[in-house]
Nanobody, 122 residues
């Protein structure tokens, strides 16, 4: 069974950092683009960042540009989202998803993880 599992979420103070991981089991991430999305209570799911299968193409939402960095280690079958200078408005459940292309469009991705909670609060 193809699964994506996110980890690394937690509670952090404003200005702090977290690194999220998206690990695949049951399939290889080598041929898939990975997107990170987030959803805050009462809000729609928002595209945060994505990376192509080769890692040569990345996109970021304007709200996180310059603060978040996406990367992948295909040898570990894992994609990372390094989040720096976190703000309270970054609070959400973060999901990773596997798809064919690097797009910040949740309908493009057929395979999703269960999500990890990120809370930014003092």
């Amino acid at each position: 069974q193809a699964l994506l599992v996110e980890s690394g979420g937690g509670l952090v103070q404003p200005g702090g950092s977290l690194r999220l991981s998206c690990a695949a089991s049951g399939f290889s991430l080598d041929n898939f683009a990975i997107g990170w999305f987030r959803q805050a209570p009462g809000k729609e799911r928002e595209g945060v960042s994505c990376i192509s299968s080769s890692g040569t193409t990345t996109f970021y939402a304007n709200s996180v540009k310059g603060r978040f960095t996406i990367s992948r280690d295909n040898a570990k079958n894992t994609v990372y989202l390094q989040m720096n200078s976190l703000k309270p408005e970054d609070t959400a459940v973060y999901y990773c998803a596997a798809g064919q292309f690097c797009l910040l469009l949740h309908s493009h991705y057929p395979t999703w993880g269960q999500g990890t909670q990120v809370t930014v609060s003092s």
